[in-house]
């Protein structure tokens, strides 16, 4: 990790509801005005002297897994009065993957830009950050770090567990594994039908380790959010109690004015949180995730270091895709801090926590749970090193990333055959074709699906196997791609390769029939073709055009500011605070 700047954000020099006053050229005013106001919601003057606590409102009816955000904020409410200051709820931007066109990653950026405004912009002393589904954790951290105001994050927590046929089942691993077995032919439309009912039974975030899930336990590593909160199913009253306490926290951090993120989320903390995310198989997203979130601290998260934490670290939650269990068994197996306690010689313990302890009180604290199989010990780890690897070669000279516990272990050693699609679109037109010419042992390639090429790097990297493949039993190809893949997926994917084609990184000079080298034990991933030939290449080589709506909103600040996957997509404009 490179080094950190110090935020620009002051303690604020007034309090309450006379801080941020709105300009009016007389700050008297302006505060009479704002009490008028703010005395149609009946609020008394006692009231209006108190401290005041933000919370985030990010239900919506686009967004079911947040479905019990509205529980919550009247328990983080229930929390801050007990404490005696003022709870004030306002709405920002909310993400669902499945409801976000083109992709949920467009928007992450806008939430935190969103979410950072308005807690600047408005008279709160602290706030509770209620998120959940994948890229509104991220957002709130961004937005945490970025305004520096005191902050305790509350995850919607995960839903329960689905069944069908006997089968314990969830979202959304099984829903990738069902919907492959329904394109192979060996699923019926009425069981896919069916099985709808059942992936994603109640609210909450998806229940495998995906990247909600993962960032839960981030969440809970860095120390911004209280122990349990990451792994607490969504639907149960320990939930609530710790949505009463995380408004008691922040009621009391609103009077102290502290402690602050860029306090609590330290170098050491974020490489805690890599070392966390080694050892749980956790969303390959998550790297991106916190190189934004890092970013904004002026903290540099440089893959080699991931990498190296990876040789030494084991997975050791038996959770899918890399294992067999679900969100609900490793809470009650002890959740994030018993697991901890397994890698503890691999953290720094002495980081704070927006609680107030050290990070080895928070693992001393953890519930031993006797008999339980889903936080594994380093002599029996689910894998004996961590869950992902960074490559370098040819091909991604900025890096690549790979999940390897969720993918094929013959195929982590291959040369093969490169088969290209130029696009998503492109391969939404040609994949499934009869007539591809692509056997199983060959290495597909999807280009144009990065931050600036897709827009927004989506999760189209664990794309479908060719039909014709796929019904005759080939389960897993490798594929390689420069967008990003869902944290419940599994295979043999190669992910952000960077810089992306878009750009003219050199994924945009590979040609169908050119031969690729994966070779994950030695972190290789090599394009078999001479540097003159890819010199000649690139001379030939033209920019995608200009995708629709990129000259204009937020579509064309997108475009022209977002970066690169090692830099963690956020925009460039958006970097630490000038010292
Ligand atoms: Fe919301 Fe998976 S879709 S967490």
Excluded at 106 to 128: C, G, H, K, Y
Excluded at 254 to 277: D, K, Y
Excluded at 434 to 456: F, T, Y
Aim: glycine share 10%.
């Amino acid at each position: 990790m490179a080094s950190r700047k110090k935020n620009g954000s002051e303690p604020p020099k007034a309090s309450g509801l006379r801080q941020g006053l709105a300009t009016y050229g007389d700050a008297g005013f302006s505060l009479f005005l704002r009490k008028a106001f703010i005395k149609a919601g009946g609020y008394s003057d006692d009231a209006l002297d108190r401290p005041i606590v933000g919370i985030t409102n990010t239900a919506s009816d686009f967004n079911p897994c947040h479905g019990n955000v509205p529980d919550l904020i009247e328990a983080v409410k229930r929390g801050v009065m007990l404490a005696g200051a003022l709870p004030m709820v306002f709405p920002t931007v909310s993400i669902h993957e499945s409801f976000s066109h083109p992709t949920s990653m467009f928007l992450r950026n806008l939430m935190a830009m969103d979410t950072e405004e308005m807690i600047r912009a408005q008279p709160m002393d602290s706030v509770v950050l209620i998120g959940g589904c994948d890229k509104t954790l991220p957002a709130q951290l961004m937005a945490a770090a970025s305004v520096d105001r005191p902050a305790v994050v509350l995850p919607v927590g995960p839903m329960l567990v689905g069944h069908f046929k006997g089968e314990v089942l969830g979202a959304c691993t099984d829903c990738r594994r069902l919907w492959g077995q329904y394109r192979a032919g060996t699923f019926s439309q009425d069981d896919i039908e069916r099985v709808s009912e059942r992936l994603a039974p109640t609210k909450g975030t998806c229940m495998v380790m995906g990247t909600a899930s993962t960032m839960g336990c981030i969440v809970e590593t860095l120390g911004m959010g209280l122990p349990g909160s990451g792994s607490t199913p969504a639907t149960h009253s320990d939930r609530l109690r710790l949505a009463e306490q995380s408004g008691k926290l922040a009621a009391e951090m609103a009077r102290q004015h502290g402690p602050r993120p860029s306090e609590i989320m330290t170098e050491a903390a974020f490489r805690n949180a890599l070392t966390v995310l080694q050892a749980i198989g956790g969303s390959t997203n998550a790297l991106v995730h916190l190189t934004a979130i890092a970013r904004r601290l002026g903290v540099a998260i440089e893959l080699e270091q991931f990498d190296a934490i990876g040789r030494k670290v084991p997975v050791l939650v038996d959770l899918k895709p890399s294992g067999d269990h679900y969100m609900e068994h490793f809470h009650w197996a002890g959740g994030n801090s018993r697991l901890m306690q397994e890698i503890r010689d691999h953290l720094d313990v002495s980081c704070r926590t927006v609680a107030g302890k050290t990070l080895k009180e928070v693992i001393d604290a953890a519930e031993i749970v006797p008999n339980q199989t889903v936080i594994r010990t380093p002599a029996n780890p689910i894998k004996p090193t961590g869950g992902m690897a960074v490559l370098r070669g040819n091909l991604a000279p900025r890096g690549a990333v790979i999940k390897h516990t969720a993918a094929t272990p013959a195929l982590l050693t291959h040369t093969g055959r490169a088969v290209v699609f130029d696009s998503l679109a492109d391969l939404a037109a040609r994949g499934d074709d009869p007539e591809l010419d692509v056997k199983a042992d060959d290495i597909l390639v999807l280009r144009n699906a990065g931050p600036k090429g897709a827009p927004g790097m989506p999760e189209a990297g664990s794309f479908p196997i060719p039909m014709k493949l796929a019904r005759a039993g080939v389960k897993d190809m490798i594929r390689i791609s420069d967008a990003r893949m869902s944290g419940t997926a599994f295979g043999t994917i190669v992910l952000h390769v960077a810089p992306e084609s878009a750009v003219g990184g050199p994924l945009a000079l590979v040609k169908t029939g050119d031969r690729i080298t994966l070779d994950v034990p030695n972190r290789k991933l090599e394009l078999l073709v001479s540097a003159d030939e890819l010199e000649k290449r690139r001379k030939a080589w033209t920019a995608p055009p200009a995708h629709p709506g990129s000259d204009r909103g937020y579509t064309g600040l997108f475009h022209r500011t977002v970066l690169q996957a090692d830099e963690g997509v956020d925009f460039d404009f958006l970097g630490p605070a000038a010292d």
